[in-house]
């Protein structure tokens, strides 16, 4: 019912199928899709004419009565078993050596290791750089080291026709190589709960010199920022603002607004009033100590954040007054 | 004289009340409360299915928030799957058809055919159940470590597609006994009717295949309850092994599907044609070479799991295979049509729809085997479009038509054909605008089982919801004009469509024990011997009516 | 026309004399009851094969993978109390053999103590197994997050791995032990961990042994069970006269399903106990 084939890869822009290539594989990619789908519309079409010339030809309302024909016929039949038999052949040698060289990565590569976690993907650069965002530079093959810190989650990037599963306990990885400056989307594509459909990220690809100063100003983030925008900036790349809402809602943790000074009660009936030490203790060993009325499903960042990191949260925290 | 028996004994007035039939070791009637059953769960599956394009019309919030959204789509693949088409035309029909097709009195073993259906029911409940508790949220695969560490009611859940497993390896075991032994004398395996070689494969599968997916549940049940760790990562255990274990039985299982669809195919293309069938063996072998080969293509579910590159080129390679016995089947039943006699009653139209639905359902297979495209398409909307078509298109399809081709039989009634006509072609309209957009969407990059979606995608979702609400009205139309010839349709004679298939041979509906003798069992597709006759609206033997 | 049935000779077969005396009305001749009843019974046993065939795929893939924790672990199981239970089983399977043929030749004080003895059999095969069950339970020797190994006799407290935090909270995954490189497809142990069995240092992940342990012996226990019920009421029957020469077929199908759970028994035994 009302198909547009036509494939149409331009540089640069998406055709009626895919979305415009962006990587050395993609339009290899792109060309295993175009064979299959030739193939396809073929003995679609084949099938229809057929069809209808039967449906319209033989239609009994015409009078017509059937005709004895032969019941089997050999010649036929190996013809309609072998031609298939050699295009799928053809189809699974395109789609084999294509895949091999979406699996195999060329030596060289610049190696970012990615962490999927319940709903955020995290990258860690070379020089220990954490982002919530892949930049990448132009042309140069990226190898990408992947895990997860709870349930299966994958990596896509449909402009780069990759995807690979991020599995908790193991390495998975991924390759590829950015053929066009730009922004493109990265989805998770293995259900993951609630908010599986929000956990989305872009790839930045940098034009040749401007990758490396991204990285050296991104990485020096806590001496460049004051430390509250610095803080801010942590909250959101480690993942924080997934459970604790900053414009009052309570979520899975209570809410950051007004939250330096508060006092409340834990689940053990203790009181607190929120500070400094509180606060640390908080981001270190958060199972320790519960407010009354949520669960204990924070997950600790010991090993994860430095000093510097916690002191300049901390200052951020500060600045959310009611 | 009228072709239908008076109203006392037949197997429906034969006893009256509920335990004459909940209690029943008749195979009619056990075909006839699974099909009950079966189109009941397909109606609620279709209802979650309603409820998902509803939500689905806008990115963000239209309807329900993310939670209730994931637990809609998991219970929709739920009940769908496990309620709906596994059990779908073998139970439903198989029942009712097979012992009668055999010219026999029931199947071989009638009290574990009741068990099966009481099965049936009791894994319905814990199924339904689970959505009262706290409805399962993990997809209908449920893939660890997320579905032995989520809040919901997985337990309950798997528990009831245990139970149902069993339901499916008893009437497995049923089929195979009594097709291999209660044939009449005269019908050998050479003249056995399609649909029978494609009941007899699919039970193939359903023995062998489903205990492997009673196992994965069980462990993933005692997982849940005693931590035992055997694919939790944090204990060392391994998740990609759980969908190893899950595909195992899951790819076969969508054999089970097909297979008697594929089935019900045979009969419908050669008496709406008028035709002997086109390469009777062709079709018999490849049913049964689809089984064997269903059984070794799993990883085809998991190339971007972590398998290894030489695990995936196999898998690649035989999923391949698999391809080839579908295309023959279809072939043979095109050219079975040709210089045929082709009537569009409503049953054909189902045919033919099944010819280009399955035919794009599986052309699209051809992408998703293919390992460089199936890396990009994988846990997109292509994938969703393609088992929609496969399995909607294919499956469900061929189900509405079997049910139209056998409800005269089965109950005695004919319906309107002029209701039965539009009803198909609102389903093929409707399907299509549900379904092809969603190849494009997937293509593009949308992924599965999202909530929420990027700006840009939402001009498909909007054409796929509107064609299911087409589909909804169309299955309005459907059930309506069954229900109503229930009432009020004219009486059925015995064979109405001209079939040769020993079923049509007894009164519509059929007496309680069938046959009182059986008849002789000659060439299934041998229609010329039948003659259409006006004064009972059906056909009748060519020498009983040059007798008349 | 009359479906005649297939006549071999006046003499009819002992299949046919067994189910001479009544047959369901929808068999067209005992002959066609008893095959019919054979081949469903045989099916049924290829289903049950599959069901353990997924835990011996998970055994074969976990101790392919670990190695080093299947010798460790297995020290624990008493071959000598296995090799036992072996010994039960395959005892009872030919007094139950034995006692089909006894219903065939119509014995039935003769069929009645071997069906007797067959219960016996699988009774005692349980007890051992209370008994080796409890061992692990009074041991710590359990699956997953209840493995905490103690031995009384010893008094000495075995580290417990000391990798899986003991009171996880739900949702904390940050102490997820680090992946092991291994086979893409299945984390495995390092060549560490391998060494490590060789020092008699306990490994890593030791309960994934008792996990599957249990998930195998507990299985074929519950079909034991059922064993148990479906001879037991082979017996009841046996002992009101119910069976002889023209009606053995439940003997014989229950003969055939107890046949089938102590051979998958005798897989077990070796796999599990007498690892090298």
Redesign the interface.
């Known amino acids: 019912?009302?198909?547009m084939p036509i494939s149409l890869i331009r540089f640069g822009e998406?055709s009626?199928?895919?979305?415009a290539p962006a990587s050395t594989a993609a339009p290899?990619?792109d060309r295993?899709?175009d064979f299959?789908?030739y193939?396809?519309i073929f003995?679609?079409l084949l099938?229809?004419a057929?069809?209808l010339f039967?449906?319209i030809r033989?239609?009994?309302?015409r009078g017509?009565?059937?005709?004895?024909?032969?019941?089997?016929?050999t010649g036929?039949?190996l013809m309609?078993?072998v031609i298939?038999?050699i295009l799928?052949?053809i189809?699974?040698y395109?789609?084999?050596?294509?895949?091999?060289?979406?699996?195999t990565p060329p030596a060289n590569t610049y190696e970012v290791n990615v962490v999927g976690?319940k709903w955020k993907w995290l990258f860690t650069y070379p020089n220990g750089h954490v982002d919530d965002n892949l930049h990448v530079p132009l042309d140069v093959p990226v190898r990408l080291v992947l895990?997860s810190?709870?349930?299966?989650h994958?990596f896509?990037v449909?402009?780069f026709?990759?995807?690979?599963?991020a599995?908790?306990?193991?390495?998975?990885n991924l390759w590829f190589e950015a053929t066009e400056p730009g922004e493109y989307?990265v989805?998770?594509?293995?259900?993951?709960?609630?908010?599986?459909?929000?956990m989305?990220a872009r790839v930045i690809v940098h034009p040749p010199g401007e990758f490396e100063k991204w990285l050296q100003d991104a990485s020096n983030f806590l001496e460049r920022m004051a430390p509250a925008d610095a803080g801010a900036k942590l909250m959101t790349t480690r993942g924080c603002k997934q459970c604790h809402s900053i414009d009052g809602k309570s979520n899975i943790g209570p809410t950051f607004l007004g939250i330096y000074g508060r006092e409340g009660v834990f689940k053990d009936g203790r009181r607190y009033t929120v500070e400094e030490n509180y606060i640390r203790r908080a981001i270190l060993d958060p199972?320790s100590e519960i407010v009354a009325g949520y669960?204990?499903?924070?997950?600790?960042y010991?090993g994860?954040l430095k000093d510097q990191e916690i002191t300049a949260m901390i200052e951020y925290l500060k600045t959310l007054k009611e | 004289m009228n072709g239908s028996t008076a109203v006392a004994d037949n197997y429906l007035s034969h006893g009256r009340g509920f335990r004459s039939w909940f209690f029943t070791l008749d195979h009619k009637r056990i075909g006839v409360m699974y099909l009950a059953s079966i189109f009941f769960f397909l109606i609620l599956g279709g209802f979650f299915a309603m409820l998902i394009r509803t939500e689905l019309l806008t990115p963000g919030r239209t309807i329900m928030d993310a939670d209730t959204y994931n637990q809609v789509f998991t219970l929709h693949g739920a009940v769908m799957i496990f309620l709906f088409i596994i059990p779908g035309i073998p139970a439903a029909f198989g029942n009712f058809v097979l012992p009668v097709m055999l010219g026999a009195k029931d199947v071989a073993f009638p009290r574990l055919n009741l068990l099966s259906y009481h099965l049936y029911v009791v894994g319905a409940i814990f199924s339904v159940v689970s959505i009262l508790l706290g409805a399962v949220d993990t997809g209908w695969t449920f893939y660890t470590p997320y579905s032995t560490t989520t809040h919901t009611s997985v337990v309950s859940m798997t528990l009831g597609a245990f139970i149902l497993g069993f339901s499916s390896i008893f009437t497995g075991i049923n089929f195979i006994v009594t097709i291999h032994r209660m044939r009449p004398p005269g019908m050998s395996w050479n003249r056995l009717p399609l649909f029978l070689w494609a009941l007899y494969s699919t039970a193939i599968i359903q023995v062998l295949a489903t205990p492997v997916l009673g196992i994965t549940l069980l462990l993933l049940i005692v997982e849940r309850l005693l931590g035992i760790g055997i694919f939790d990562p944090a204990l060392g255990g391994d998740p990609v092994l759980y969908q190893h274990f899950f595909w195992f039985y899951s790819h076969p299982a969508v054999y089970i599907m097909i297979l008697p669809a594929m089935g019900v195919m045979s009969e419908l293309i050669s008496v709406f044609s008028r035709k002997h069938i086109f390469g009777y063996k062709a079709i018999a072998y490849s049913s049964v070479a689809i089984a064997v080969l269903s059984f070794l293509v799993w990883g085809h579910h998991m190339f971007t799991s972590g398998q290894s590159d030489l695990g995936n080129m196999i898998f690649s390679a035989l999923t391949f295979s698999v391809a080839i016995p579908s295309a023959i089947k279809v072939f043979n039943w095109l050219a079975t049509m040709y210089k045929g006699s082709i009537r569009l009653d409503t049953p054909m139209l189902y045919a033919l729809s099944f010819l280009l639905l399955f035919g794009i359902g599986g052309l699209t297979g051809l992408f998703l085997g293919a390992l460089a495209t199936d890396v990009h398409l994988h846990d997109t909307y292509f994938v969703v479009a393609h088992f929609h078509y496969t399995m909607m298109g294919g499956v469900l399809i061929a189900f509405l038509g079997a049910m139209h081709y056998w409800w005269p039989k089965m109950f005695g009634r004919m319906y309107s054909e002029k209701a039965g006509r539009l009803a198909a072609f609102l389903v093929f309209v409707g399907f299509n605008l549900t379904f092809f957009s969603q190849f494009v969407m997937g293509s593009q990059g949308m992924p599965r089982r999202y909530y929420n979606y990027l700006d840009r995608f939402q001009p498909y979702h909007v054409l796929s919801t509107i064609g299911a609400y087409v589909l909804a009205v169309a299955f309005v139309v459907l059930a309506g004009n069954l229900i109503h010839s229930l009432f009020r349709g004219r009486k059925a004679p015995a064979n109405p469509w001209g079939s040769a298939t020993l079923e049509w041979m007894c009164a519509s509906p059929p007496p309680h024990d069938n046959f009182a003798e059986p008849p002789e069992a000659g060439d299934p597709y041998d229609l010329e011997h039948l003659v259409y006759d006006e004064s009972i609206g059906g056909y009748v033997p060519r020498t009983a009516r040059e007798g008349a | 026309m009359c479906r005649e049935p297939r006549a071999r000779g006046h003499e009819l077969r002992r299949s046919e004399q067994s189910a001479a005396r009544e047959i369901p009305h929808h068999f067209a001749t005992p002959r066609q009851a008893y095959e019919s009843g054979k081949l469903g019974m045989w099916i049924f046993l290829a289903t049950e094969v599959l069901l353990f065939g997924g835990l011996f795929a998970a055994y074969a893939v976990y101790r392919g993978n670990h190695p080093e924790v299947f010798v460790y672990a297995h020290r624990f199981l008493d071959a000598r109390l296995g090799a036992l239970n072996t010994l039960i089983l395959i005892t009872s399977s030919l007094t139950m053999a034995w006692a089909v043929r006894s219903a065939q030749l119509g014995n039935r004080r003769l069929l009645t103590l071997l069906l007797a003895l067959t219960l016996l059999g699988g009774g005692a095969f349980l007890g051992v197994k209370i008994v080796e069950y409890e061992h692990k339970w009074k041991h710590g020797l359990l699956w997953g997050e209840q493995y905490r190994p103690h031995h009384p006799e010893t008094a000495q407290e075995h580290s417990s791995a000391p990798e899986i935090p003991r009171e996880t909270p739900p949702g904390d995954r940050t102490n997820i032990p680090p992946a092991a490189i291994g086979p893409p497809g299945l984390a495995s142990s390092t060549d560490e961990e391998r060494a490590a069995h060789a020092s008699a240092k306990e490994p890593r992940n030791v309960h994934l042994f008792f996990g599957v342990y249990f998930a195998m012996t507990g299985l074929h226990g519950l079909h034991v069970i059922a064993g148990l019920l479906v001879i037991g009421w082979v017996f009841v029957r046996a002992r009101g006269g119910a069976y002889g020469p023209s009606n053995f077929e439940p003997v014989d199908r229950a003969g055939l399903y107890w046949h089938l759970v102590d051979l998958i028994w005798i897989f077990l035994f070796p796999l599990l106990y007498l690892i090298h």
Request: charge should be neutral; aromatic fraction near 16%.
């Open positions: 019912m009302g198909k998406g009626f199928w895919m979305p290899a990619v295993v899709f299959i789908l193939v396809s003995f679609f099938i229809v057929l069809m039967f449906i033989y239609h009994r309302g017509v009565e059937a005709e004895k024909t032969a019941t089997h016929h036929l039949e309609w078993t298939p038999l799928v052949f189809i699974f395109l789609g084999f050596t294509g895949y091999m060289n979406l699996a976690q895990t810190e709870d349930v299966i994958s896509f449909p402009a026709r990759v995807k690979k599963d599995v908790p306990g193991r390495y998975t989307d989805f998770c594509a293995e259900y993951c709960g609630t908010s599986h459909s929000d989305i199972q669960e204990p499903v924070m997950p600790t010991k994860r």
